[in-house]
């Protein structure tokens, strides 16, 4: 994937409770939104632009890895974010977003260094290479609509430090999403679109444009809510961070954690491993 032209987009608040959670409510207060479940913005994370912007160069590094994680220099209060991500065509017509198609989605760590008084979402995202996580198991969506195949899936976290494993996300429906299915896709396009370069969003469509106009996108659509344990504990450099995003028809949650206490996963979980190095 990472020799695809592709632009890396998250979206802030799409699980209730999690901004309260992470600390981050406050940097929403002053975003205006239509309802009060609709998420409050969306952010880059990666932004493949040859003449990038001073401001946001930052995000022409790759950041994405299937199997590691790269402690920051300057931060030591890092945590998980389990999430799904999309992986999506981008039409346009001009210089505007018209649609986005899922292909595929995937278990998904929008991990985060939790700075209060960051200015943008964005510098809380990327600290270069291997600062994010996709799993190498992408699974072909049918549909994104109402009883397609994603609304069976769920979301699951674990960490492990020293051998020992702990729930750091609450296991969470897939359709436990705020905005999902076709409600959330005419959002994205809109904020593509129309977002402000205020407060701490960006404005994407001059990263679009900077970019090029790619015709992928990975986008990240929430983190879960923590468990108390994931609330109150940061990586550190030796643990080992799980996502997996399973068939919970398929499977029971013990059957999700025993996988996760040996690493090994069944074929048809998107799981991510990452070691914190």
């Known amino acids: 994937m ?3 032209k592709f632009i890396g987009l998250g979206v802030a608040g799409n699980f209730a409770g999690h901004l309260e959670q992470a600390g981050e409510a406050a940097d929403f207060a002053n975003v205006k939104t239509q309802e009060e479940v609709q998420p ?3 952010f880059p994370f990666y932004v493949p632009a040859e003449k990038p912007d001073e401001s946001t160069q930052f995000l022409s590094v790759y950041p994405v890895s299937a199997d590691r994680l790269t402690f920051p220099n300057d931060a030591d209060n890092l945590q998980i974010e389990p999430e799904i991500a999309l992986i999506c065509e981008v039409k346009y017509s001009g210089q505007k ?3 986005l198609y899922p292909t595929h989605f995937a278990a998904y760590n929008d991990c985060s260094i939790r700075r209060p ?3 943008k979402i964005s510098e809380k995202k990327n600290w270069g290479a291997n600062s994010k996580g996709l799993s190498a198991t992408r699974i072909a969506l049918d549909k994104f609509s ?3 195949n994603i609304d069976a899936y769920r979301i699951a976290c674990f960490h492990k430090r020293d051998g020992k494993l702990n729930e750091y996300g609450q296991d969470s429906q897939a359709v436990g999403y705020s905005y999902f299915h076709q409600k959330l896709l005419d959002w994205i396009v809109d904020r593509m679109n129309n977002q402000p370069d205020e407060g701490p969003m960006n404005d994407i469509a001059r990263l679009l444009r900077q970019a ?3 015709a992928k996108a990975i ?3 929430g983190a879960t809510r923590y468990t108390p344990f994931g609330e109150s504990h940061y990586l550190q450099p030796g643990d080992i961070s799980i996502v997996a995003v399973y068939n919970g028809e398929k499977y029971h ?3 999700i954690a025993e996988m996760a206490e040996k690493e090994c996963f069944a074929p048809d979980i998107s799981a991510l491993i990452q070691k914190v190095v």
């Open 2 to 4: 990472n020799n695809e």
């Open 40 to 42: 409050k913005a969306i």
């Open 97 to 99: 977003v018209t649609a």
């Open 117 to 119: 008084n960051a200015r």
């Open 146 to 148: 109402a009883g397609g």
């Open 212 to 214: 090029d106009y790619p």
């Open 219 to 221: 986008i990240s659509i």
């Open 253 to 255: 949650h013990a059957q």
